[in-house]
């Protein structure tokens, strides 16, 4: 649903990604990079889920929120299996939290991706008032910040602070080769605060330093818990940075009143206002009516800087109005945020506020502004678990990168039996087939079925925390080397999951494949039972037949081969095999003369 | 000895005659034709589809003298007598060019069936036709072999051939007859009482059968020999139905017919996870199966199964048509380790078919598992071949050991146990095998020469040639026409020069043993009786005579080869059909060849039994009817050796051999069913979806699946 009269569009967050999928989710590869801080699951199944499916293939999915706020959601809800994703948590060492709001789906070489303020909850998908950015990789802007967001998701993996489960890392490192990287179109928290940043990006767009006038939209104590919120000492700070006069505050307020922010600033809190339809205007239907109903949460976060000239600079993306978020870089216990500036000129200026006006008006009174209460922190040392199948007998590896060598004890329900695991060099492993049956109860979670990860609880003192178990999304150190390339094959042509035979089964999935994947399963299949080197051959070549025929550029294919090569140096595989497979997808490599 | 039964020594091969005879002719001596007292009015013909080595070809004689006693007999006066004329009786047989020999010799040999023929006839003299028309074939090898069958009679404007039985390589069949009276078109319009066609499920026997069908005058009876009677589905029976069934569609009269359609498709069901057919329905199946095909006997003795480890060591496993597919996993580590630069090498050349789309891959890919130089070939490079093939290297080390073994054994109970390989491959991939073979069987016995058995044996060698020597004199002094042949005398040097000459050799050190002695001399007294009679034969002349030259040749070549000292020999495609012929015989004999290597011409009919312990499939096939009838070419009634066949696998783990076990092994499943190997223990899907399985079903369950078809004692 969408209103284009005004600066802003609304509709709900999902309905970009479904267009997305239905225009180009025949594409292969396809995955799927979703970061939030707080990640409710049940609703993610529910709504986003589906709309990552086409035909019964979907997008490998990989979720990061934080470790301490996923960890609270886990405590409270009753959820024990996930879906075919894998949740990753990301902890910030420093102190801070892993709070970027970002999407990036992929579709073959199509990109889509969505920066703002929703979270992967309700809501996020619906309940709030949330301001999000979605574009595909067809227009510029769209290229400028899909490299953006792949620029941020390197910085992060490359952070000294951050820690996330190494299978999360391969994958996003997969899922990002070839993607030209962007180091403008984003601003992060990861370095330096955003503060400064937003002064020299404001700066850079007016050209002077004349900002008149500050427009914060942000939330206000939307939950007890959370980060979020308007901190008077920022507001401060950012005006004094910014050297304007004037600050408008947007907000949510708590029975028609304002939070007391200062004289300096003048607060509008969110109201409904339902105005009667133009009498030429058709009456609206109920679903209409139903739509045109917004959120009355806030949860979107901008800022807008308007300079004197006319036109100003749009801030917008995960970072509240708080010191944390702003004036902190994530060394020095600041959170992990991103910001998109966008340069605005007059007219769409006075769009925007037109669309503030339009939904918020001023609070006569106020309340008094008490501090947050500090964001959920995880307990205990276990950041992920990872289920590996070998060919002979399945293995959980615990990770723990604070703890380097220890002993942790965990189990699969709360107060449930403890199982001793020890740690070393930051990794542990449970073996015992006996002790993998006691934590899952039978039904573990498995490459074959529908439910890829689950939860497990470590004991913490007298309590238990919950850690997110899921089977890696690429097979890598699990299985038999020759299965690992099958699976990126199987990827590849755009059948992923591949179901329990191996095989697309679906009739609409046969018609939507082109000649060449035809072939390429049929080759696929009569190599399922011969023998390693042969399926290792077959997968392999296949790959780089895919990769070529992808014709999106040399520099596009050599990431590719490169990410690729990677994978392959790190199966279980002898030198000499290796080697081979190494030389064989070398980029520029020519293929040999062919013997018919 | 009752009128209707003929015994060959062996109840099986009796049963299958009394009951061809009864399908075919009723107890009044008329044929079943078109009286519609059968409810099978319309068939002439059954095929025999014993399993290989099991004596077909006596079956086919046995049953061909009971129906030529039946179709002499005519109806007078309510009383039934001998027909003097109809006693002219004309049997044809087709068969592959390189089995003409092997069936001349098998109606001719006088201690064969010619002596079951003969006292089952005794002095009844509507029974000496039989013998007569029996044991006196024509041999037609080629088309210029015509001209010298004797002159036959015209009778109503058409010529008839004198009565007998005609050998016939069906290729002269096959080709463009042309018209008019020659003797190839007379041939062809013969009115032929029996029709006997040897490995019937070749599509040149069927083009053969239809030449003979559509321009006889009449052909009364046809029975068609095949081991394998469909090579991967049950539906290529029809073919074969369709020759022996009168009428268009004969082939689906069986086949069509409900209860075999529905069995068919219920057995398909059930391995696919549905519930095994019904009782009823299998025993109407066989019954509707049975009126047509007929298969006493499965196998001659238990075979053992091993596959050939890298290091030269063999590792038994399970028959495959016995293996569920969680034991083909279980079998990969035991299969052939390839070296690393082969691994290599092979990966590469994988990757460039993978690349270069799909065409002959398979083919490729088993060249590239083959020997050296066919991995070469494979490559289409001068430069492309793999370092070492590890195949080759595997079995050169299983030979050495087992020849080992094997000879130490002859040392003691005197008798040789053979080796024979089958390739699929032949040129220089047989060639590179004679030479690894070789070399391999030498270097056991520089190392059996050292140990003291043989020591003890060796010394006794040179005594043990001249006794031998001193059988073969006195057998030429007894018969003058074998003193006078110059090939007798050569032999005669040979072993004398053997005698003489101290220079040690396997095949000389081994006649110090007294039973290896005595084997070579009964081997030599059968050879020297057959030259005997070919001589004679050729001696007193007679229209056809010359014909047996051909035997004569191979009787040489068998002197030669039994005289050479090559211990290994190849039987190929390549080589020159006298060669080979003689390679054969020289390997059925106790002396040298110790080691044969066979490609596909040697696969069937040929008899390669006496003496072989040891068969290796150097590269398996894609129909397991193939490998049935390699394994055919050992495991015969008639061995000298009694111990069970050894049957052996080299393939090459990680490689595209697991994918040909692994197809072999599924394609067993319907031969194991629908032609009644009821010890097969049969695999099911449990999830109805891949072909082969995960449980394998009991043995009850297998057997109420199998369909017996054995000759019922009422048809």
Same mark, same amino acid.
């Given at each position: 649903m969408s209103r284009a009269n005004k600066g802003l569009r609304w509709q709900r967050t999902a309905d970009a990604m479904r267009s997305f999928v239905s225009l180009y989710g025949s594409s292969a590869p396809r995955r799927a990079i979703f970061c939030t801080y707080d990640f409710d699951v049940e609703r993610f199944e529910a709504v986003l889920a589906p709309e990552l499916t086409r035909r019964g293939r979907q997008f490998r999915t990989l979720v990061t929120a934080d470790a301490g706020a996923l960890q609270a959601h886990l405590q409270q809800s009753g959820k024990r299996r996930f879906g075919r994703f894998q949740v990753a948590p990301v902890k910030c060492r420093p102190g801070g939290v892993f709070h970027p709001k970002l999407v990036l789906l992929a579709a073959g070489r199509h990109h889509l991706v969505g920066v703002g303020s929703a979270n992967l909850t309700a809501g996020g998908l619906g309940g709030n008032l949330e301001m999000m950015l979605f574009a595909d990789n067809r227009t510029e802007h769209g290229r400028r910040l899909v490299g953006g967001a792949a620029n941020f998701l390197d910085r992060l993996l490359r952070h000294e602070s951050i820690l996330m489960p190494l299978s999360a890392r391969e994958f996003i490192e997969m899922a990002l080769a070839g993607i030209p990287r962007d180091p403008t179109a984003f601003s992060d928290s990861l370095k330096t605060p955003l503060l400064g940043q937003m002064k020299a990006a404001h700066y850079d767009h007016a050209r002077h330093n004349d900002a008149r006038e500050l427009t914060i939209l942000s939330p206000w104590h939307s939950a007890a818990a959370s980060t979020d919120g308007v901190d008077p000492a920022v507001l401060r700070k950012l005006k004094d940075s910014l050297g304007t006069s004037r600050v408008n505050v947007y907000t949510e307020g708590r029975n028609g009143r304002g939070p007391g922010l200062g004289t300096h600033a003048r607060v509008h809190i969110r109201t409904e206002k339902i105005s009667a339809p133009a009498k030429d205007e058709t009456p609206a239907t109920d679903t209409d009516a139903l739509l045109e109903r917004r959120p009355m949460r806030v949860h979107a976060k901008a800022y807008l800087v308007e300079s004197s000239r006319g036109g100003g600079t749009l801030f917008f993306g995960s970072a509240n109005c708080t010191q944390p978020a702003l004036t902190r870089s994530v060394s020095h216990r600041g959170n992990v945020e991103i910001l998109v500036a966008s340069k605005l000129g007059t007219t769409e200026v006075a769009s925007v506020r037109n669309d503030l006006a339009d939904l918020f008006s001023l609070a006569e009174k106020s309340f008094l502004v008490t501090s947050a209460p500090p964001p959920a922190q995880t307990s205990g040392v276990v950041l992920a678990g990872h289920l590996l199948k070998g060919s002979a007998k399945t293995r959980l590896r615990l990770e723990t990168p604070t703890l380097s060598a220890g002993v942790v004890r965990i189990a699969g329900e709360p107060k449930g039996r403890l199982i001793r695991v020890r740690i070393r060099r930051g990794v542990g492993f449970v073996d015992n087939p006996a002790d993998i049956q006691a934590l899952f109860k039978s039904s573990e979670p498995d490459r074959t079925s529908e439910s890829w990860g689950g939860v497990l609880w470590e004991r913490v003192g007298t309590s238990f925390a919950p850690f997110p178990v899921s089977v890696p999304l690429i097979a890598g150190e699990s299985g038999a080397p020759d299965d690992v390339l099958l699976d990126f094959v199987w990827e590849e042509l755009g059948v992923w999951p591949a179901t329990a035979q191996g095989e697309a089964s679906d009739d609409d999935e046969a018609q939507d494949l082109a000649a060449d994947d035809d072939k390429d399963l049929e080759a696929l299949t009569e190599a399922k039972h011969e023998g390693q080197l042969d399926r290792l051959a077959v997968a392999v070549s296949i790959l780089r037949k895919r990769i070529a025929a992808a014709d999106a550029g040399s520099s596009y294919s050599e990431a590719r081969l490169r990410i690729f090569r990677g994978q392959i140096a790190k199966l279980d595989l002898p030198a000499h095999v290796r080697g081979v497979l190494l030389d064989y997808l070398r980029p520029g490599k020519r293929a040999r003369r062919v013997i018919r | 000895m009752s009128r209707n039964t003929i015994s060959t020594g062996l109840v099986h091969q009796r049963d299958v005659a009394i009951w061809v005879r009864r399908r075919l002719a009723d107890s009044q001596g008329g044929w079943f034709d078109t009286t519609g007292r059968n409810n099978w009015v319309e068939q002439y013909g059954t095929v025999l589809a014993d399993g290989v080595g099991l004596g077909k070809t006596w079956e086919a004689l046995a049953a061909s003298a009971l129906l030529l006693v039946e179709g002499s007999k005519r109806r007078s006066g309510g009383g039934r007598r001998q027909n003097i004329r109809k006693q002219a009786a004309r049997v044809l047989v087709l068969c592959p060019p390189g089995l003409v020999s092997k069936w001349s010799r098998e109606v001719r040999d006088p201690g064969g069936f010619a002596a079951h023929l003969k006292r089952w006839a005794g002095s009844r003299a509507r029974r000496r036709f039989v013998v007569e028309t029996l044991t006196e074939p024509y041999e037609i090898r080629r088309r210029s072999d015509l001209d010298h069958i004797p002159s036959g009679t015209i009778h109503r404007a058409r010529v008839e051939l004198p009565?007998?039985?005609?050998?016939?390589?069906?290729?002269?069949?096959?080709?463009? &007859?042309?018209?008019?009276?020659?003797?190839?078109?007379?041939?062809?319009?013969?009115?032929?009482?029996?029709?006997?066609?040897?490995?019937?499920?070749?599509?040149?026997?069927? #083009?053969?059968?239809?030449? *003979?069908?559509?321009?006889?005058?009449? *052909?009364?009876?046809?029975?068609?020999?095949?081991?394998?009677?469909?090579?991967? #589905?049950?539906?290529?029976?029809?073919?074969?139905?369709?020759?022996?069934?009168?009428?268009?569609?004969?082939?689906?009269?069986?086949?069509?017919?409900?209860?075999?359609?529905?069995?068919?498709?219920?057995?398909?069901?059930?391995?696919?996870? &549905?519930?095994?057919?019904?009782?009823?329905?299998?025993?109407?199946? #066989?019954?509707?199966?049975?009126?047509?095909?007929?298969?006493?006997?499965?196998?001659?003795?238990?075979?053992?199964?091993?596959?050939?480890?890298?290091?030269?060591?063999?590792?038994?496993?399970?028959?495959?048509?016995?293996?569920?597919?969680? #034991?083909?996993?279980?079998?990969?580590?035991?299969?052939?380790?390839?070296?690393?630069?082969?691994?290599?090498?092979?990966?590469?050349?994988?990757?460039?078919?993978?690349?270069?789309?799909?065409?002959?891959?398979?083919?490729?890919?088993?060249?590239?598992?083959?020997?050296?130089?066919?991995?070469?070939?494979?490559?289409?490079?001068?430069?492309?071949?793999?370092?070492?093939?590890?195949?080759?290297?595997a079995l050169a080390a299983w030979a050495r050991i087992q020849a080992e073994q094997d000879l130490l054994r002859a040392a003691r109970d005197g008798y040789p146990r053979k080796m024979l390989v089958f390739t699929s491959f032949v040129g220089k991939a047989a060639r590179e095998l004679e030479q690894s073979l070789t070399r391999a069987l030498s270097d056991a016995w520089t190392s059996v020469r050292k140990r003291r058995p043989w020591q003890r044996m060796a010394k006794g060698a040179s005594r043990g040639v001249a006794i031998v020597a001193r059988t073969v004199e006195r057998m030429l002094n007894e018969d003058a026409i074998l003193a006078r042949s110059s090939d007798t005398q050569r032999l005669l040097k040979t072993l004398q020069s053997m005698a003489d000459d101290p220079t040690p050799s396997l095949v000389r050190d081994l006649f110090g043993q007294r039973r290896f002695r005595k084997l070579v001399t009964k081997d030599l007294r059968y050879r020297l009786t057959a030259l005997a009679a070919v001589l004679r034969a050729d001696r007193d002349g007679g229209g056809w005579t010359h014909l047996h030259r051909e035997e004569l040749r191979g009787v040489r070549g068998t002197i030669d080869a039994i005289a050479s000292s090559s211990i290994v020999r190849t039987y190929t495609g390549h080589d020159d059909r006298r060669d080979r012929d003689a390679a054969g015989e020289a390997f059925r004999s106790p002396l040298a060849p110790w080691a044969l290597v066979a490609s596909n011409v040697g696969s069937e009919g040929i008899d390669l039994h006496t003496f072989s312990a040891h068969l290796i499939h150097f590269d398996i096939e894609w129909n397991p009817a193939r490998m049935e009838q390699r394994e055919g070419r050992t495991d015969r009634l008639g061995r000298t050796l009694k111990e069970p066949v050894k049957v052996y696998f080299t393939l090459v783990r990680g490689t595209y051999d697991e994918r040909m076990l692994h197809q072999l092994v599924a394609r067993q499943r319907w031969h194991s069913i629908l032609l009644g190997k009821t010890g097969a223990r049969l695999a099911r899907s449990e999830d109805g979806q891949d072909g082969v399985a995960a449980r394998i079903i009991d043995y009850g369950e297998a057997q109420k699946l199998s369909l017996d078809l054995r000759p019922s004692r009422r048809p």
């Open positions: - | 009565a007998g039985t005609y050998i016939c390589n069906w290729n002269v069949l096959r080709r463009e &007859v042309g018209s008019g009276r020659s003797r190839l078109a007379a041939l062809r319009s013969q009115p032929w009482d029996v029709l006997i066609v040897d490995e019937a499920h070749h599509h040149e026997a069927r #083009e053969a059968i239809d030449t *003979v069908q559509n321009w006889s005058r009449q *052909v009364r009876a046809t029975l068609l020999l095949t081991a394998t009677p469909f090579q991967l #589905e049950p539906r290529e029976l029809h073919d074969l139905f369709g020759a022996i069934l009168d009428s268009q569609h004969g082939a689906h009269r069986v086949l069509s017919r409900p209860p075999v359609r529905e069995y068919v498709s219920a057995l398909t069901e059930f391995f696919q996870g &549905v519930e095994p057919p019904a009782r009823g329905l299998k025993t109407a199946s #066989e019954n509707t199966l049975r009126q047509a095909l007929v298969r006493s006997r499965v196998r001659t003795s238990g075979r053992r199964f091993y596959l050939i480890e890298a290091d030269g060591r063999a590792a038994q496993i399970a028959a495959p048509e016995r293996m569920r597919e969680s #034991e083909l996993k279980e079998l990969v580590p035991s299969l052939i380790k390839p070296t690393s630069s082969f691994e290599a090498w092979y990966l590469r050349r994988r990757l460039e078919l993978a690349d270069g789309g799909r065409t002959f891959v398979p083919t490729k890919l088993r060249q590239a598992l083959s020997t050296p130089a066919q991995a070469r070939a494979s490559t289409g490079r001068r430069d492309g071949g793999p370092p070492r093939a590890p195949r080759l290297d």
